[in-house]
């Protein structure tokens, strides 16, 4: 088990809300990854980045006897990074991330805070997921869930203003 990699760089170990600041070291290293890189990079780290991490916390959770450790921020991160990789799903220079018009910074604060609102919230299939579904997957599965609906709901919401600002 790989402690420094399940709690992000030890980011789960915050005493409080460790999720939210799991989910706030992830943001700006996804938005480093759109800036560097761009959108199916960081989809497919993710993906491997999940993969490995339902196989880590398998292993934890056989060691411990403890399902779902909040300190486990793994789960926060590759929901983060699949909200991201949704929208914005840009890749912009360094130089015009402060540009509000190429919608990046907002697309990424606006992912940061409906996956928060998902995760925590746990409507629909997200919340039976985490109520009915054990182990790594389980874990893993209602955050990247969640950094779905987290991504298109975003990207929705930008696409809409875009079109509300070609009315006016």
Sequence with gaps: MNWFFI?????GLFPKAPGTMGTLVSLPLGMLVLI???AQTLFLATALI???AIREINKYELKSNIH???RIVIDELAGMWFALSVAP???IPLSDIGMLENGFLIQSILSFALFRYFD????????RIDREVKGGLGVMGDDII???AAGITSALIWQG????QKLI
């Design 89 to 91: 799903a840009i890749t």
């Design 161 to 164: 203003w875009l079109e509300l």
């Design 120 to 127: 925590i919230a746990k409507p629909s299939i997200i919340g």
């Design 50 to 52: 999940s993969i490995i």
């Design 146 to 148: 969640a950094g779905f």
């Design 36 to 38: 560097y890189f761009d």
């Design 68 to 70: 779902d450790d909040k």
């Design 7 to 11: 709690t992000v760089g030890f980011s």
